[in-house]
């Protein structure tokens, strides 16, 4: 009994010192910034060369001429650097989800299946989810701050409903589904390493 207690001692000395040495980090999306969107970040050390990064942004604000830019969106994403945590070349595997409700805009942009040109002149509201692969790049600019760039690619599943004008509450078409295979994720993140 005495071994087992002891052995058990040992294992959680050992994993409370690991968990005590992890290093984690804070960061905001400045290209989410530029658009207003509020956003947080926080990336948590797993291993020496794997991280867990969770951000989430929301955009609430109201915009003039009856356009409609408002959404919550939660990503998280698994990944592995070639180097060490947190600097250089890494890869990753996101998941995401939220709610949207956007129109208004005129969206000059045909691509694969998605017409971003029919936001001019209706309403889009409805939830997604999806899933996505990243590659990325970490530059240490200080002792604690770091810059890191990001491009992701993916698919995602929604379901909206439509209304025949920006803001206006009058539904054309309900509960309808797409699908959306693309660009999932474009991050310049300003990181605080601790």
Not at 87 to 94: D, L, Y
Not at 142 to 153: A, D, K, T
């Amino acid at each position: 009994m005495k071994r087992l207690f002891l052995l058990l001692a040992l294992a959680v000395t050992g994993v409370s010192q690991e968990l005590w040495a992890q290093k984690a980090a804070m960061k905001t999306n400045l290209l989410s910034d530029a658009f207003l969107n509020v956003n947080f970040g926080v990336e948590i050390g797993l291993a020496p060369k794997w991280t867990l990064d969770l951000r989430g942004d929301v955009n609430a604000w109201a915009l003039s001429d009856d356009r409609r830019w408002k959404h919550w969106a939660t990503q998280p994403e698994a990944r592995y650097w070639f180097c060490d945590r947190f600097s250089g070349h890494f890869i990753g595997v996101h998941t995401h989800g939220g709610q949207y409700n956007i129109g208004g805009f005129d969206g000059r942009i045909s691509f694969l299946g998605t017409d971003a040109r029919k936001l001019k002149d209706v309403r889009y509201q409805g939830w997604f989810i999806g899933a996505g692969a990243a590659y990325g790049y970490g530059w240490i600019l200080g002792r604690y701050w770091n810059l890191e760039m990001e491009i992701g690619f993916g698919y995602s599943y929604t379901r909206y409903d439509m209304f025949r004008c920006p803001g206006c509450g009058k539904k054309v078409e309900t509960n309808k589904p797409h699908h959306y295979v693309g660009f999932t994720k474009a991050a310049v993140n300003l990181v605080y390493v601790f």
